[in-house]
């Protein structure tokens, strides 16, 4: 087994690797360090996160810059500021007996003068986010021209950020001979483009298979309707009461709006999205790292920064749009020698997602099933008790011993066992005794949810337990069935899979939603105008599933779209959207799945003519 000694590391570094608990190297490291320090040459380095990749970099370029010159020697480029601090600070601790080093960080959302200055104080290596690195450049702020090492760091997700154009433009301002390396947890197309583009004959190393996942971390899918979601992310908190986890969701919204709910119903958690300033997205990763926070919710773009070695659990809320970026979300967990857990909360639609993102990982997911009320109950009480068997005495308690031991003195010793457990065993089977099996069969018809836009899309089965609405809003104003699925549950504030089955006509639309919004939609619309003109929402009385070919326009001019509708950006204030189940003090589950039929079409313009006629002459009232 090779140790950092055996990599040919100055004394400086084996000293710092000491003091910091290193032991031996990983993978990574033991492929890349020797390679970086025995000749000047690119390299591109496949690893997944967590395995090190900044040691294998970091290492080798504080042992071959000059720290007697004040010159930029190094550029580290990273996806994210909290990835750019978390670089620099290792670094820093890498060379920490390294006497004279400067390491600074160039990021948004800080001052960038006071980075300039920290730049002009003699950085020998910059590590910068592309954006910030590209002003400052642009301002004559930072020279590059005369490094000789260029890292590209999470190449893969600068790349998927946008980042292209940045990344060709800085490079531009370096010197050609320089050593590039590049390291990433997958290999994408573009990845490989731009290996091609910036480096000369690179070495390539790769820890494992291209894309796979690291053997630490097991992969689970749960399979429910695409609305218990959030049912089932609860349950799966509940029956894993010691969990410490990062839960995935795509969007920053979408982040925002779980987090509140898990908080508002009694959990440990906390947002990280792009909509955070810097100093609460600080605050809330030292309260995730603290353990004041079990559940942290966050976008891929926010979670890059994060880097804590404890996480039990990965929950990919919602899948991602690319495929390749399951790898990224399941490195957050397994690291540092330790196990952990990857699940997928799926919809039958994204189901042969999982069989994609199989092949690419080169691992199996194994099908597990929602727990119910009574295996969390047990769970929970079986918590309970080894915390309290495992629990040092306070003795500061026997003052009170006597009085203690007066009030229970005619109980035995069963029955106070009882007593004392009940307390909290009866708050969790009250809440749960009744609960519904949220687990779906894979062979039950079809789920098509289309919450996932172009990933997923289609169109869904049918429901009996939903309503379906005719809307005077079409394609001829600007709405696809993404765009206008959003804009309802904006304005009615309801949640992600509350509106779904929406078909999009050129001048009228048909959505639908549970039966239980009915009354709160219908009334929504009762006098809802947009630039003083109505928007008509009726109930169809049919279901989506006709064949008829009768091309006939709705009857009614209200019906004709005028062109001036577009959607608004404000959300609209309302009733509470929530239909989940809540925190164990209180009761009821949304119920009903998610279902999206394929036939929809000119019968259901057929079924909206007399309700649309009826409803054109109520608004002439106005």
Request: aromatic content about 8%; some cysteine.
């Amino acid at each position: 087994m090779n140790t950092f000694q055996d990599l040919g590391l100055n004394d400086d570094l084996l000293r710092a690797i000491t003091d910091m608990g290193f032991e031996t190297p990983s993978d990574v490291q033991a492929k890349a360090i020797p390679i970086l320090l025995e000749k000047d040459t690119d390299l591109v380095a496949l690893a997944q996160t967590g395995t090190g990749k900044t040691a294998a970099f970091g290492f080798p370029m504080l042992q071959k810059i000059n720290i007697e010159s004040r010159t930029t020697q190094g550029l580290i480029l990273s996806p994210t500021r909290e990835l750019c601090l978390q670089i620099t600070n290792e670094l820093k601790n890498y060379g920490k007996y390294c006497k004279g080093l400067n390491v600074t960080a160039i990021y948004g959302g800080a001052s960038i003068s006071d980075q300039a200055r920290d730049v002009k104080r003699g950085a020998q290596i910059i590590v910068a986010t592309p954006g910030r690195m590209k002003d400052m450049i642009n301002r004559n702020m930072v020279d590059i021209s005369k490094i000789e090492f260029a890292v590209l760091d999470e190449a893969d997700e600068m790349l998927n950020m946008g980042f292209y154009e940045d990344i060709t433009d800085i490079l531009s301002h370096s010197p050609k001979d320089k050593n590039t390396w590049l390291f990433s947890a997958t290999m994408p197309k573009e990845v490989s483009n731009i290996a091609k583009k910036f480096m000369n004959s690179p070495v390539e190393i790769t820890v494992g298979n291209k894309n796979e996942s690291t053997n630490q971390v097991s992969h689970e899918y749960y399979l429910v309707n695409s609305r218990d979601r959030y049912q089932a992310l609860k349950r799966l908190a509940d029956a894993n009461p010691d969990i410490f986890s990062v839960i995935f969701c795509r969007t920053k919204r979408d982040t925002q709006k779980v987090a509140e709910q898990l908080i508002e119903d009694g959990y440990n958690a906390g947002a990280l999205h792009g909509d955070l300033s810097q100093n609460q997205r600080d605050m809330v990763m030292n309260s995730f790292r603290k353990k004041q926070i079990q559940m942290l919710v966050a976008t891929d773009v926010a979670a890059r920064g994060i880097d804590v070695d404890d996480i039990t659990h990965v929950i990919n809320y919602q899948l991602p749009d690319e495929i390749e970026t399951y790898t990224h979300r399941s490195g957050r967990t397994g690291r540092a020698g330790k196990t952990g857990v990857s699940i997928v909360i799926v919809s039958k639609s994204e189901l042969r997602k999982i069989k994609s993102i199989e092949r690419i990982i080169n691992k199996s997911f194994d099908k597990k099933e929602i727990p119910d009320g009574m295996e969390i109950c047990e769970v929970q009480l079986m918590s309970l008790a080894n915390k309290i068997h495992t629990t040092e005495i306070n003795h500061e308690i026997d003052k009170y011993l006597t009085s203690i031991n007066e009030l229970f003195e005619e109980t035995s010793k069963d029955e106070l066992i009882k007593k004392f457990f009940s307390v909290e065993f009866t708050r969790f089977f009250n809440y749960y005794n009744k609960s519904k099996n949220l687990s779906v069969s894979e062979s039950r018809g079809s789920d098509r949810d289309g919450d996932s836009g172009r990933d997923f899309g289609g169109d869904y089965g049918g429901n009996d337990d939903s309503s379906r609405y005719f809307i005077n809003v079409g394609k001829k104003d600007g709405y696809d069935w993404m765009s206008l699925k959003d804009f309802l549950k904006d304005i009615m504030d309801l949640g992600r899979d509350d509106v779904f089955k929406v078909d999009v006509k050129d001048s009228f639309s048909f959505f639908n939603t549970e039966k239980g919004l009915q009354e709160k939609v219908l009334a929504f619309f009762t006098d809802y105008k947009h630039n003083g003109r109505f928007v008509n929402v009726e109930v169809s009385e049919d279901k989506g599933g006709g064949t008829s070919r009768n091309k006939r326009r709705p009857s009614g001019g209200g019906g004709r779209s005028s062109g001036d509708f577009k959607p608004r950006g404000e959300r609209r204030s309302g009733g509470d959207r929530r239909t989940s189940e809540s925190k164990p003090r209180r009761s009821g589950e949304s119920s009903g799945p998610n279902r999206r039929d394929r036939r929809s079409g000119a019968s259901e313009k057929s079924a909206a003519d007399s309700s649309f006629s009826r409803q054109k002459r109520s608004r002439r009232k106005d």
